[in-house]
DNA sequence: TTGTACGCGTTATCAA
DNA sequence: TTGATAACGCGTACAA
């Protein structure tokens, strides 16, 4: 028994053809289902196959079919719930249709990016879907499409590049959210985003990362056409973790004049807000107003429960990942877009020292429609 | 320019060989960087190969080499949490030592849990992490061995097959979070899973996960100690999402003697069961005790803070990849075990009707040391 | 309907 | 150090 080292070897499509007494060709289109052939033949290979325990090499066939039935997908964090759930869509879409995913974090780094990139161009994947660390440096995405492989960019936009997108209208959502807090009173209004991107700096409006721009082109919108001035200094990135953003919601609070709400840019970046306000013994909405450009399972019972933007994100995997199918089978698909919501639960308010009962969900409702 | 439909073919080994004129298995060697090669004629195959863009195919590669650089992953639902944090582990170690991550998900479902196993294999995947489904129907798992991969069990114990296993120590945990409610007065202990493997029978004690059943031997190994009968009505499954869990509740709290208590096997449990609670009006943990199996960060600003068992997943995540790589490279590899650890906030209290006042945090930890 | 022979792109063998 | 040649396991013209 000394045969553990010495692998029993995988039958081959050739052992299955010797067993069974045929061509070696006969019994590859006999188990591949497509050729012709005869009855008794098919049924002998397939009962040789059976009995050799043949398992066919993928890997063989995909070299000179050119096709992995694999399908690459690069996003920043699979922990991000966000994330999570359309790599969900992507995955059940893509299986269904016998595809694998191949899954790469890229931590949101540009350089880690261009590496899934360029590993998964390697090994063949049949399309990529990615949602883009930045929009500025795209070179790799154009390296994609430049080996005509299907591309689909999710969530972000990227103006360069001319790939099939799957994203959420957001702005109009984020312009939404802003006329509540507006309607309520509010005029200084925060916005905490965990982008890292761009570094610290903040070039107008426009981020490197077009989900975040969109929310801050909704944001800055509602500001505007309210006739309030935007101050640069309410917006804040680099809120990556618990200590970060207590340090951003440290010096927003100590401002000479502080915000009375903020906008969390996601669900997590929303989860930190309210970690750093509950422990500086701030209530929310009564001493300042919180409102997520995103939705999580626990909004409903976190304390308050939490006012936010809900996207269809299982949705937009699922449509990325069916993009990417048509796109493999040469069909041609155009960008498409969901819509998201707002929900109104119970953290936001009137800023404090306006006077005026708090109002009713249902109140609240009418004011923003 | 009508050559888009032209693909430039990718340039292979042979393409750079001619164009530094030299012989393909020298041009092979000087790219892979293993033979012997002169310094002179490595630099001019670099040198070619840059000028073609040339890229290797790792599928052909992966051919002869019979190692894919893949490790497949196969898990019940990335959506969950608790996966996706283990799964950015895998994800970030495999990729650290120059690995892919393959992912399936398999809704817990024995079923698409063999086929991804199955395909996986045909895929050559050098290892692969699989947390199954239920440990009594193992043959797939069997098989893996068998084809001499690979195999390490990913938070479940698996009794017949002897692979690796990266699992939490929950029993210790769980007992100690059932101790605490005994102390604070109670008796009757729901237990509440979205376990779906075993269908609704309820069979003895033992699940078809161990990852349950150990959650199940810690209560009930708490309550006997403590001379408190185990009541099978308590013992729930199928929880598996708001309407299921909602339901659950409802037949707990409408028995003649209801439970004063409910332990959540996972955070998104808890989650459903707080919902549920709380639309029926009932305050956490004034009316009822919650405790969860696990852990979320969330938990920390519910309503009310969940008190629950923190596991190290991203740890364990990582583990396991680091022993499939191990086991990838030969080297011998042994289970290991992380602590869990009971994680106090305030979602438990006395029972209703129990006299005395709310302890404090730190006389509580006092309590159950 | 069947079988032969070749190609996919790479690494491995082995003689020169 | 080098290069021709043979695998790897499969699909697939093409001829029989």
New interface residues.
């Given amino acids: 028994m000394t045969a553990?080292r010495s692998?029993p070897r995988?039958a081959t499509v050739a052992d299955v053809a010797r067993r069974a007494g045929v061509g070696k060709s006969t019994a590859s289109r006999a188990l591949g289902g497509y050729g012709a052939v005869s009855e008794e033949v098919r049924d002998r290979v397939l009962a040789a196959a059976e009995e050799l325990g043949y398992?066919?090499?993928?890997?063989?066939r995909?070299?000179n079919t050119g096709r992995?039935r694999?399908i690459g997908v690069v996003v920043g964090?699979?922990?991000n719930?966000y994330f999570?759930?359309a790599?969900?869509g992507i995955?059940?879409t893509a299986?269904a249709a016998g595809y694998?995913?191949?899954?790469?974090?890229t931590s949101e780094r540009l350089a880690d990016e261009r590496d899934?990139v360029?590993?998964?161009?390697?090994?063949?994947v049949d399309a990529m879907i990615v949602s883009p660390a930045t929009s500025y440096d795209t070179e790799h995405l154009v390296t994609v499409l430049e080996?005509?492989r299907p591309l689909v960019l999710l969530d972000r936009r990227v103006d360069s590049v001319d790939a099939v997108g799957v994203r959420v209208r957001i702005a109009a959502a984020a312009a939404q959210a802003t006329e509540l807090l507006i309607g309520l009173g509010h005029r200084r209004i925060a916005f905490v985003s965990a982008l890292t991107t761009d570094g610290d700096r903040f070039s107008g409006l426009e981020t490197a990362v077009s989900s975040v721009s969109d929310r801050l082109a909704g944001l800055v919108g509602a500001l505007q056409s309210n006739g309030i001035a935007v101050d640069p200094d309410l917006i804040r990135y680099l809120a990556v973790d618990e200590a970060e953003t207590a340090a951003i919601i440290d010096e927003l609070l100590g401002m000479a004049d502080p915000p009375t709400a903020i906008l969390a840019s996601d669900a997590?970046v929303a989860?930190n807000v309210?970690?750093a306000l509950?422990s500086r013994r701030l209530s929310v909405p009564r001493d300042i107003s919180v409102i997520a450009f995103d939705d999580?399972?626990?909004a409903?019972?976190?304390?308050?429960?939490l006012t936010g933007i809900t996207h269809p994100i299982y949705e937009v995997g699922v449509t990325a990942a069916k993009a990417a199918l048509r796109l493999i089978d040469g069909t041609s698909v155009s960008s498409q877009e969901f819509d998201a919501e707002l929900t109104l639960r119970e953290s936001h308010g009137r800023p404090k020292g306006v006077k005026g009962r708090m109002l009713e969900a249902g109140e609240e409702r009418e004011v923003v429609r």
């Fill in positions: 553990s692998l995988q398992r066919p090499n993928e890997l063989a995909s070299m992995s694999t964090d699979v922990e719930p999570s759930v790599l969900r995955s059940d299986r694998d995913v191949v899954l790469a974090n899934a360029r590993f998964f161009l390697d090994k063949r080996a005509s997590t989860l309210l970690i509950r999580s399972p626990w409903r019972i976190s304390d308050p429960p």
